[in-house]
């Protein structure tokens, strides 16, 4: 079936009893057994949940995946991941993630016995030069946040399976419409569902999806063992949003595109760091392994003083965290998404105090652009 046919249909199915269209939303913490050691395939909310299985599915199918497994927030589905190694292990990691994920990564995870080693994977080579005979997964971010740029996925994955690594992608930024890392030969994607995937600012979530059967029962073990699992009006919720996430992402993509070309145009900004522009380093990269560019674009306003001013006279965008949803979204990562990564650290990756990052929704791009305008006369 078709991208938006899968959206629309996938993993779910008329209710049994009623004929409901839409997945009902099984707000229940426990059912009715039998008899003893006989159930209906059900046995406690945090277990199972029709619902969350149907996002599952749904997700899976997007990703082009056998197994998903949903999360009550994307840091919590990052945090699952890690148990698929073990103190004494290593982790390749891309240099410049979200800044959740280094936090949680560099500051927490470090306690209990796990290496990491952070590099730059635009360079193929610096993963293979990372690998010692601890290293046991490749976490890779691509397109990055926020500097968007890009890891060569095939490539990657490649070097993954010949050194037996376990290959991880956040496909948070391109969502399942423009790119699919398990495609790519990649073991795993991860998202925050929060994101695109769910697009209207009303859930916090993620999901992890994967062909590999031995990491979706460890995954699914987990799920069910530590219990960040999403509650079932939050999967109800993203249900909604999927059936909707190939014409968003068409319009992401659309006003993202004309926003990077204004910005360009207009001068105002000393760099803009955006896949979908023609000056873009990874640009051919980007349409190879991309089926469009998304709607994440960074700007550096040379001057921390000119970056504030756009940031407190912006009307249309809001100034906030977060990104992907259907409202454009204006912030400053070095306080806000990164500040828990070191300063020279995010200078070394260009991520400097007077870079801009805009999620472009779906407004008029006409009044994004002349919101921009406006805040910066």
């Not at 419409?177 to 990649?186: D, I």
């Not at 799920?223 to 992402?249: E, H, Y």
């Amino acid at each position: 079936m078709g991208f938006s046919t899968d959206a629309i249909h996938a993993g779910q199915h008329p209710d049994e009893v009623t004929g409901a269209v839409i997945t009902p939303i099984y707000q229940t913490s426990t059912y009715a057994q039998q008899e003893l050691g006989r159930n209906k395939g059900y046995e406690y909310g945090r277990t199972h949940n029709l619902t969350r299985q149907c996002l599952e599915a749904n997700i899976a199918a997007l990703e082009k995946g056998k197994y998903g497994v949903a999360f009550s927030s994307g840091l919590a589905a990052t945090h699952a991941l890690m148990s698929l190694v073990k103190a004494g292990d290593h982790v390749i990691v891309t240099n410049n993630v979200y800044g959740g994920t280094f936090r949680l990564f560099e500051l927490i995870m470090k306690d209990y016995g796990l290496d990491f080693s952070w590099v730059d994977t635009t360079d193929l080579r610096n993963i293979k030069n990372a690998i010692k005979q601890n290293t046991k997964l490749v976490y890779l971010e691509t397109p990055t946040n926020p500097m968007l740029y890009l890891t060569d996925l095939e490539g990657a994955a490649r070097i993954c399976r010949e050194n037996n690594l376990i290959s991880i992608v956040d496909n948070t930024f391109m969502s399942p419409y423009f790119q699919n890392p398990l495609s790519s030969g990649c073991d795993i994607a991860i998202h925050s569902s929060t994101k695109y995937i769910n697009g209207h600012s009303d859930v916090i979530g993620g999901i992890i999806v994967t062909n590999n059967e031995k990491v979706h029962e460890r995954i699914r073990y987990v799920q069910n063992a530590i219990g960040a699992v999403p509650s079932p009006f939050d999967c109800w919720l993203i249900l909604r949003s999927t059936k909707t996430l190939a014409v968003r992402m068409e319009r992401h993509n659309q006003n993202a595109i004309k926003f990077a070309g204004y910005l360009i145009k207009s001068g105002m900004a000393a760099k803009v760091y955006y896949p979908g522009l023609p000056d873009h380093p990874q640009h051919e990269l980007a349409k190879k392994q991309m089926r469009g560019f998304g709607g994440m674009i960074s700007a550096d306003f040379e001057d921390v003083e000119r970056a504030k001013m756009l940031l407190k006279n912006v009307r249309v965008f809001t100034l906030g965290e977060s990104l992907g949803g259907v409202e454009s979204l204006i912030s400053h990562p070095a306080s806000m998404t990164h500040a828990s990564v070191p300063k020279e650290e995010r200078e070394k990756m260009g991520l400097t105090d007077s870079l801009v990052r805009f999620s472009i929704g779906l407004e008029d791009i006409e009044d994004l652009i002349e919101d921009v305008h406006s805040a910066m006369k």
